[in-house]
């Protein structure tokens, strides 16, 4: 395993709930954007439909994907949000993956979107949020390393 698809250990799902392989050819090349959210959160509810547009806009120009990572307190509560999205999900089951990443990538409030390369692992920008919602909503500068 390399890049991404180590920090999830194979617990990715996607719309279907079949787990998806990050190791695969389709995500060689990718930004992957780590998506920190919850059904009860207020700024989270609405940031959503926003990075829904933008995905729907951009992801394939672009070349990224997205994951979402449930800070929800229920799995029935996860499984509503998430049904509002059209990216790829952390296994809710898997809190001790969700606490990790949450601690590794300084997640402190929520929502927080945190964009890495695939093949690397590594961050490219710490603040997506800021830049989908305000900075660059076209994506012009995406993927907006820093």
Known sequence: MAG???????????????KVDLNGEQYKGKVIGLYFSAHW?????????VLAE???????????EIIFISSDRD???YEEYYNEMPW?????????AKDE?????HVTGIPKLVFLDADSGDMICPDG????QSE????IEFPWKS
């Open 136 to 139: 660059d909503p076209e994506g």
């Open 4 to 18: 991404v698809a180590k920090l999830f250990k194979g617990n990715i799902l996607n719309k279907s709930k079949e």
């Open 41 to 49: 959160c207020p700024p989270c509810r609405g940031f959503t439909p």
């Open 101 to 105: 990443l949450a601690s590794q990538f």
């Open 75 to 77: 799995e029935s509560s």
């Open 129 to 132: 949020r800021k830049k989908v």
């Open 88 to 96: 790829l999900t952390l296994d809710y089951k898997d809190r001790h």
């Open 54 to 64: 933008f995905y729907a806009n951009h992801h394939k120009e672009k070349n990224f």
